[in-house]
């Protein structure tokens, strides 16, 4: 088959498609014909050689994928050759196949096509486990989501908004706010002229936020802190404003707040299987029912997956992009 690799870690270009071994399913694994993959920023900073796959996963970048079962390993129930289905992944997304815990399959939903749903593992189960299941973000709730725009935060609008949450986000663009209220967001924060802080607190008559979505990191902990409501939940996710930073305690401890910070690929087997099937349960039907879809900025082939990455790191699209296999 052929994939992505990277023999040196570098740009964009370091991004080479070549002919590599096929994969073979172990216990419990299935092998996916690949249709689509969707590009990441955890596949950007594996390209630069800042995140290493874990232990035993493909070498070769993509977090996820949609594709038909070709082959099945030993013990594996409740899948055939054929089913088309869609895969969170450690790895090995873009390629022409992968090898997938069974675990971490899921069904195309209804009303998606099978390239589209190449969009929906990483930030289901992202969005999912981290604002419902660690901050079980409920109704009349208000969430803030840092990246209103990105993958991540068009999931977590239409998610929050189907179970009856506020949604405030903040973006760095009119274009990019407008496409968050179509998707539902309440609050629209421009992060290059606003403070969200301070909008965040008037929009709640002073609240502030129950849950945050967080993918900034350093840059954002200390207002991230006096943004949340008493009782407010912070979600980290990411660290593109940096790792370090300072928190005041004393402050978390006034609102009476909790902070998580989680990665999924790193997560056992066991643990991303939980995930996929809460997903499963509670989000599939809500995409069933047409309340929450996937958004896609674009498709590119497969092996022009260096200009993915730079449209990506130019952080002028909104939604996912995805590369289709050929």
Known sequence: ???????????????????????????????????????????????????????????????????RIVALGAGVSGWSVGDEVCALLSGGGYAQKVAVPAGQLLPVPENVGLDRAAALPEVTCTVWSNVFMIAHLRPGETLLVH???SGIGTMAIQLAKAVGAKVAVTAGSKEKLDYCAELGADVLINYREQDFVAEVRQDTDGAGADVILDNM???????????????????????????????????????RGAISATSLRARPLGEKATIVAAVREHVWPLIAAGHVRPIVDRELPMPEAAEAHRVLEESGHIGKVLLVAP
């Open 1 to 67: 088959m052929y994939a992505i690799t990277i023999p040196e870690p570098g740009g964009p270009e370091a991004l080479v498609w070549a002919e590599v071994p096929d994969p073979v399913p172990g216990e419990g694994e299935v092998l996916v014909e690949v249709v689509a993959s969707a590009v990441n920023r955890a596949d950007v900073l594996q390209r630069q050689g800042f995140y290493d796959p874990p232990p035993g996963a493909s070498p070769y970048p993509g977090l996820e994928c949609s594709g």
């Open 147 to 149: 990246g209103g725009s």
């Open 217 to 255: 990191g350093a840059a954002y902990l200390e207002r991230n802190v006096q943004a949340l409501a008493v009782n407010g939940r912070l979600a980290i996710i990411g660290m593109q404003g940096g790792a370090k930073g300072e928190l005041n305690i004393g402050a978390l401890l006034t609102k």
